[in-house]
């Protein structure tokens, strides 16, 4: 790992400090399911920069990214809940199919297709029936809500609002998206 990757890395755990702070000065459940999916993030950067300074990082830490990873996006799916009507059968079943997965990678991927492809599919219908779900309430609303849920659904996540940096009525938001 690189020193511009592992720089990139700790940025991002700094805005998620941020939205940390955020979410202990206004504990809404939307900014509680925020923290959620920047902790799972998070997560992953700190088990990649632990095991680039500790060779020998035990394996069984190493594989609890895997487990971090998949629930993300379970967690996405339940941010979007907090924007549009998302059915408790479709969380319900994400939340079942994210334990399927669990096991999965703890059975090992390797060497059986058809477990692969149930792990890798999890990960991509909810992923993308999370987009779509953010998509779809960006698309109910108007002005500056509609464009905030617009630029959510294409994995941009907010890191500040500045209310008063142009005036009330228009109010300045920061945001960003971790580029691969």
């Given at each position: 790992m690189d020193a511009i990757n592992?720089?990139?890395q700790l940025a991002f755990i700094l805005i998620f400090v941020i939205v940390l702070a955020r979410f202990l000065r206004d504990p809404r459940g939307v900014h509680r399911d925020l923290v959620?999916?920047?902790?799972?993030v998070v997560a992953?950067?700190?088990?990649?920069i632990a095991r680039t300074v500790w060779?020998?990082?035990p394996r069984s830490i190493s594989q609890l990214a895997?487990?971090?990873?998949?629930l993300q996006p379970f967690l996405t799916l339940r941010l979007a809940s907090h924007f549009v009507r998302v059915p408790r059968s479709v969380l319900i079943v994400s939340l079942v199919w994210f334990a399927g997965a669990v096991v999965g990678v703890g059975l090992g991927t390797r060497g059986n297709p058809v477990l692969t492809a149930f792990v890798v599919g999890y990960f991509v219908v909810v992923e993308t029936a999370?987009?779509?779900?953010?998509?779809?309430?960006?698309?109910?609303?108007v002005g500056y809500a509609r464009t905030r849920l617009f630029y959510q659904a294409m994995g941009f996540f907010s890191v500040?609002?500045?209310p008063t940096l142009w005036n009330s009525d228009n109010p300045c938001l920061f945001m960003a998206?971790?580029?691969?």
């Open positions: 592992i720089a990139l959620l999916v920047f902790a799972s992953l950067f700190a088990i990649a060779p020998d990082f895997s487990v971090v990873l998949l999370a987009a779509v779900y953010l998509l779809r309430g960006a698309g109910r609303r500040e609002e500045f998206k971790i580029l691969d």
